[in-house]
């Protein structure tokens, strides 16, 4: 296998099963120790940023260069592209019946949010009074995942 110093990632023609074929040779690197976990983990992280970066700085010039194609999809490089519009939002607040709703969810979140404070601290069963009523509390079920948080100096 070749070492990561010799590992060049294509920029053109990139399949699936490259893709499939590069992450299981840095899995791999990193299961044998010949790379350590966390330099490999700073690089994606670094690599990540840099897509993110390039893809916001060439996303204006892709725009252009698919709409001079004049066609719906275009096949290039084995990817496929398509043009569609995400992230449409909508504004309602010049609509008061609108705002009357929004501000009875926000009142209804607030008081969930500080019922779920309350109850976090309940470690085993408990009856409480909500409202001059009896209700039993079951203790939450707490979940997580634990990463390691890259930040790159």
Known sequence: MESIKEM???????????????TFDLVEMVKSGE?????????????????????????????DQFENVGEKELVLNNAKFVKKEVGVKYDFSNTEYWNQLKDE?????????DFEDKIKTFD????????????????PIRTSTTIIQVSIK
Do not use: H
Not at 36 to 47: E, K, P, R
């Open 8 to 22: 060049p990632l294509k920029i053109e023609g990139i399949s699936k099963d490259y893709i499939q074929q590069k």
């Open 35 to 63: 790379l350590d976990a966390l330099t490999v983990l700073s690089s994606i992280n670094g690599l990540e940023q840099i897509c993110k970066n390039v893809r916001s700085g060439i996303m204006d010039d892709c725009i």
């Open 105 to 113: 969810e926000n009142e209804a979140a607030k008081n969930r949010k």
């Open 124 to 139: 085993k069963k408990a009856m409480i009074t909500i409202d001059d009523e009896l209700v039993e509390i079951m203790p």
